[in-house]
């Protein structure tokens, strides 16, 4: 094994992620990047009361500081959470789907129009 194969595995890896995500987008559209973002919000979130309830913070530079820690922190989990909404995104869309009504099956659709009414 030479040095450069563990570096060419994380690489190759990294690839394989990108595709999956790319793959994920195409297929679920809004869905997966809606998961994204409230998976992101939450660990934001999350980080920034855990490090502000340790933290007395008196002025604004200090309230910057915990938020520029929280997105630190949240930066720090990206692998976990894109794997998060790997895995979560098409559990979501199926929720999604079952919980959108179906059309009624004895409603007339509208045919098309000849003009000659």
Do not use: N
């Amino acid at each position: 094994m030479t040095p450069l194969e563990p570096r060419a595995q994380v690489l190759s890896s990294r690839a394989v992620t990108r595709d999956k995500l790319k793959a994920l987008l195409e297929e679920y559209g809004r869905v997966a990047i809606w998961t994204y973002l409230v998976i992101w919000l939450s660990v934001l979130a999350g980080f920034a009361i855990a490090i502000s309830s340790g933290v007395k913070v008196s002025s604004t530079s200090g309230g910057a500081g915990v938020l520029l820690s929280a997105w630190l922190a949240t930066k720090l989990t990206q692998p976990l959470r894109i794997a998060g909404t790997l895995a979560a995104t098409p559990v979501i869309a199926t929720l999604l789907k079952k919980r959108r009504k179906p059309a009624p099956s004895g409603a007339a659709e509208p045919g098309p129009t000849t003009g000659a009414d």
